[in-house]
T-cell receptor, first 111, second 116 residues
Framework: ELKVEQNPLFLSMQEGKNYTIYCNYSTTSDRLYWYRQDPGKSLESLFVLLSNGAVKQEGRLMASLDTKARLSTLHITAAVHDLSATYFCAFQGLSWGKLQFGAGTQVVVTP | DTGVSQDPRHKITKRGQNVTFRCDPI?????LYWYRQTLGQGPEFLTY????????KSRLLSDRFSAERPKGSFSTLEIQRTEQGDSAMYLC??????????????FGPGTRLTVL
């Protein structure tokens, strides 16, 4: 069974500091997605990582993919309050079909 | 810019009743997905369509659940004889044909179901 493990599940961040969220998955794939979800809202696509070594950056967020280690990371640089949300990684198998989501990392940024 | 839309946004029903949800994908997307999300969890896959063909169903999708996409456009998800355990957010997503633009799944706002 495919598994996606995210950690930590909860992350309390201080404004201005840097943090990393980790996402491990259990089978071969080179397609990894990161989504953001605000409370009571749907999911917003952040990054699509489609090959080993892929790195994408948008503002204070940077995502990378290491398919050999089956690991993706989401780096947050100089956290700000607006980044408070739940972040999900999701793995997609070879059929370009369903997404298998991690449990999510709830991020709270405080002054 | 029209994204994925879902109707209704909220549904409260009594146990044992049937409910039906509708999803309208982004117009040029040929794949449509249904997920279920409970509080504090990531979305769980239910089923997906490519055009009108239902390509995969999760074991989570019991006999009480049925989904259709009759003309390859909008889709409906019906739950018969609802149970309290069906209370969740039901999310619909769509994606374009492979190799055409961005391949990620774009999610709708969801339908929140509460079964009393």
């Amino acid at each position: 069974e495919l598994k996606v493990e995210q950690n930590p599940l909860f992350l309390s961040m201080q404004e201005g500091k840097n943090y990393t969220i980790y996402c491990n998955y259990s089978t071969t794939s080179d397609r990894l997605y990161w989504y953001r979800q605000d409370p009571g809202k749907s999911l917003e696509s952040l990054f699509v990582l489609l090959s080993n070594g892929a790195v994408k950056q948008e503002g204070r967020l940077m995502a990378s993919l290491d398919t050999k280690a089956r690991l993706s990371t989401l780096h947050i640089t100089a956290a700000v309050h607006d980044l408070s949300a739940t972040y999900f990684c999701a793995f997609q198998g070879l059929s370009w079909g369903k997404l298998q989501f991690g449990a999510g990392t709830q991020v709270v940024v405080t002054p | 810019d029209t994204g994925v839309s879902q109707d209704p946004r909220h549904k409260i029903t009594k146990r044992g009743q049937n409910v039906t949800f509708r999803c309208d994908p982004i117009s040029e997307h040929n794949r449509l997905y249904w997920y279920r999300q409970t509080l504090g969890q990531g979305p769980e896959f239910l089923t997906y369509f490519q055009n009108e063909a239902q390509l995969e169903k999760s074991r989570l999708l019991s006999d009480r659940f049925s989904a259709e996409r009759p003309k390859g456009s909008f889709s409906t998800l019906e739950i018969q004889r609802t149970e309290q355990g069906d209370s969740a957010m039901y999310l619909c997503a769509s994606s374009p044909r492979r190799r055409e633009g961005r391949n990620e799944q774009f999610f709708g706002p969801g339908t929140r179901l509460t079964v009393l």
